[in-house]
């Protein structure tokens, strides 16, 4: 009924500044994007991050010393802010958004995965964009997503979309560390390569989100392996969807045929 159906993961990284402050300009080039798609008759579904570092804006630090108990709290506070920036982001641009919460069970085999189908089909349906984060609020430990990235990676698998675009703050994976002049975006990756040593995520304990690039590329890479192009693109220049989509070489694109040079 559409044209393409394309899911869009955005990292915490991509909308938050050095002080990790939400950027709001980030947001609306996102949204401005995906309502020129629209246009097109592209539909989105947008895998969003950023209720834990939304909450945090709002509580600024608290006494709670449990990690998981923390998250829980940050995340339950802050999603509703993404969610009402979100709103009125859309709303400017004369389109409706839909909040979406899976846990992991909700992707078994069986009637919470056909829920989700039916939810996820009835707002495209509608020409509403559903905007999905994990439901970090009762999610812990069995019912967990490694991150947001594995989420974007199902729902795209799940409702067989024709692109999956990973947003992140870099311009795509470096064959070596990001900030050393040697170091280039490597521009097509198949599912099959193992390129794990040019992944240098640091301490994970210390970042804003969750993923890392290795778990980017690990997702991107099972991705397109059921034959989804999925590409891992810097959400924080101005054009980079309708770039991907226009087919313009942006990023690092991961899918079962390579593309010439
Ligand atoms: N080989 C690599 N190429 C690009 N980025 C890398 C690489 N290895 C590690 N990274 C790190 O991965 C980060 C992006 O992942 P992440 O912090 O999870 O972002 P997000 O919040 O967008 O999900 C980059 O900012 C970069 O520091
Ligand atoms: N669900 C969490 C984000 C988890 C996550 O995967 O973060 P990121 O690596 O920035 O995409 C949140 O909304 O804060």
Request: hydrophobic share 35%; net charge negative.
């Amino acid at each position: 009924m559409y044209k393409e159906k394309i899911v869009i993961k955005v990292g915490t990284n991509v909308m938050t500044n050095k002080d990790n402050r939400i950027v709001r300009p980030v947001l609306r080039r996102l949204v401005r994007q995906i309502a020129e798609l629209y246009e097109r008759d592209i539909i989105t579904v947008l895998v969003s991050s950023g209720s834990v570092i939304a909450g945090k804006e709002v509580l600024g630090n608290c006494d709670i010393k449990d990690k998981t108990q923390r998250r829980q709290v940050y995340s339950a506070i802050g999603q509703p802010r993404m969610m009402r920036l979100y709103y009125n982001i859309f709303h400017e641009y004369g389109m409706k958004c839909a909040q979406v919460l899976p846990t992991k069970r909700d992707f078994s085999p069986g009637i919470h995965r056909q829920n989700m189908i039916n939810c996820c089909e009835g707002l495209l349906s509608e020409g509403v964009i559903p905007i999905a984060n994990e439901d970090d609020a009762v999610s812990v430990t069995m019912s967990m997503f490694s991150d947001n990235d594995e989420l974007a990676s199902l729902i795209a698998q799940m409702l067989d979309a024709d692109k999956l675009i990973i947003l992140t703050d870099i311009d795509g994976l470096y064959d070596g560390h990001p900030q050393d002049e040697d170091s280039d975006v490597v521009k097509n990756v198949k599912p099959s390569e193992n390129l794990n040593s040019y992944i240098d995520d640091g301490n994970i304990e210390n970042k804003k989100g969750r993923g890392g690039m290795g778990s980017k590329l690990k997702y991107a890479q099972i991705t397109a392996a059921n034959n989804i192009p999925t590409f891992i693109a810097n959400g924080k220049r101005d054009n980079t969807i309708i770039d991907i989509i226009e087919g313009r070489s942006v990023g690092t694109k991961v899918a079962l045929e390579k593309e010439e040079a």
